[in-house]
């Protein structure tokens, strides 16, 4: 049974904003290595077939706490065009919710090394909802007696990916529609407000076998501040990764990295709430596996580091 509706707790939850963290998008801490899960026009960018997995374990310890499963594959069909295909479960209390969408990308060649990529992403999604798998604040309220199953929802986003081989700048919305999700402090199904992603990263190479790339995420959604997400990472020996990146106002974490064939990467992270929330949890831990074929000649491993 979960006990995530106590009062205290969906206080405290209140006072941390939590509504900024809910479940209304996925927030991954390695979204550096899944950037089509937020914006279509990376499809096909990395000029080879790339299948990556996550999987997030949000507030460990924390009985009904979010979890999220994802699964994308993605590859160039020409020189100017990409494909993808994004699925993700995500899970939050009582809730479910399956995420279904096609990704498509067209790449225009600036200049010899400068590209600019515009794509569109379309899908659908399933919500369900079981009342009766939690316990709650308000046990009377006519609302809770009414579950839900697979209401079907549409989704519609669309971005531009701005790169070189050593630096990006993206722009997106994952949805132009108002998504309906659970949320655990009004412990009722909402609508999601539309959401701006930016994201930003510059490779540096400080040696022959040592590169750092600062990365940056800000999230815009409307009614709520912003929400940044810094990342630092090097990468040594075109093998292990390590770096660290810092949410503001939410959590602090660890990342590492390591390749372990010319094909295949693992990598893990670990987020510290930086919250009074993180009295009542263990940290969220996110892994992620990514899979990589068919690069071009000299690209076992992509020299652009994202």
């Given at each position: 049974?979960?006990?995530?509706?106590?009062?205290?707790?969906?206080?405290?939850?209140?006072?941390?904003?939590?509504?900024?963290?809910?479940?209304?998008?996925?927030?991954?801490?390695?979204?550096?290595?899944?950037?089509?899960?937020?914006?279509?026009?990376?499809?096909?960018?990395?000029?080879?077939?790339?299948?990556?997995?996550?999987?997030?374990?949000?507030?460990?310890?924390?009985?009904?706490?979010?979890?999220?499963?994802?699964?994308?594959?993605?590859?160039?069909?020409?020189?100017?065009?990409?494909?993808?295909?994004?699925?993700?479960?995500?899970?939050?209390?009582?809730?479910?919710?399956?995420?279904?969408?096609?990704?498509?990308?067209?790449?225009?060649?600036?200049?010899?090394?400068?590209?600019?990529?515009?794509?569109?992403?379309?899908?659908?999604?399933?919500?369900?909802?079981?009342?009766?798998?939690?316990?709650?604040?308000?046990?009377?309220?006519?609302?809770?007696?009414?579950?839900?199953?697979?209401?079907?929802?549409?989704?519609?986003?669309?971005?531009?990916?701005?790169?070189?081989?050593?630096?990006?700048?993206?722009?997106?919305?994952?949805?132009?529609?108002?998504?309906?999700?659970?949320?655990?402090?009004?412990?009722?199904?909402?609508?999601?407000?539309?959401?701006?992603?930016l994201t930003a990263g510059y490779v540096f190479g400080i040696s022959d076998n040592i590169r750092f790339k600062p990365a940056a995420l800000v999230n815009y959604v409307?009614?709520?501040?912003?929400?940044?997400?810094?990342?630092?990472?090097?990468?040594?020996?075109?093998?292990?990764?390590?770096?660290?990146s810092y949410q503001v106002d939410a959590a602090v974490s660890a990342l590492a990295g390591f390749q372990i064939s010319d094909n295949l990467f693992l990598g893990y992270?670990?987020?510290?709430?930086?919250?009074?929330?993180?009295?009542?949890?263990?940290?969220?831990?996110?892994?992620?596996?990514?899979?990589?074929?068919?690069?071009?000649?000299?690209?076992?491993?992509s020299p652009r580091f994202f």
């Amino acid at each position: 049974m979960f006990k995530i509706y106590k009062i205290y707790l969906v206080l405290i939850m209140c006072c941390v904003s939590i509504h900024i963290n809910a479940q209304q998008a996925p927030n991954y801490t390695q979204y550096m290595y899944n950037t089509m899960a937020i914006n279509p026009a990376y499809a096909g960018s990395s000029e080879g077939l790339n299948v990556v997995g996550i999987y997030r374990s949000q507030w460990a310890g924390f009985d009904g706490a979010p979890e999220t499963y994802n699964l994308s594959v993605e590859t160039p069909l020409t020189d100017r065009v990409g494909i993808g295909v994004n699925v993700t479960k995500d899970v939050n209390g009582p809730a479910e919710r399956f995420n279904f969408d096609g990704n498509f990308s067209y790449n225009i060649q600036l200049d010899r090394d400068l590209n600019l990529a515009f794509g569109i992403k379309g899908g659908a999604q399933l919500l369900n909802v079981d009342f009766s798998k939690g316990e709650f604040v308000n046990q009377g309220d006519p609302l809770l007696t009414n579950n839900i199953d697979n209401r079907l929802l549409t989704t519609l986003g669309a971005g531009a990916f701005l790169y070189k081989y050593n630096w990006y700048v993206g722009v997106s919305v994952p949805d132009f529609f108002s998504d309906e999700y659970y949320d655990n402090v009004e412990e009722a199904v909402v609508a999601d407000e539309l959401q701006t992603y930016l994201t930003a990263g510059y490779v540096f190479g400080i040696s022959d076998n040592i590169r750092f790339k600062p990365a940056a995420l800000v999230n815009y959604v409307n009614g709520s501040p912003l929400r940044y997400n810094l990342s630092a990472n090097f990468l040594f020996h075109d093998k292990l990764t390590v770096g660290a990146s810092y949410q503001v106002d939410a959590a602090v974490s660890a990342l590492a990295g390591f390749q372990i064939s010319d094909n295949l990467f693992l990598g893990y992270s670990f987020d510290y709430n930086t919250t009074d929330f993180t009295n009542y949890n263990d940290g969220t831990h996110e892994v992620i596996l990514k899979f990589s074929l068919f690069k071009k000649k000299g690209m076992s491993f992509s020299p652009r580091f994202f």
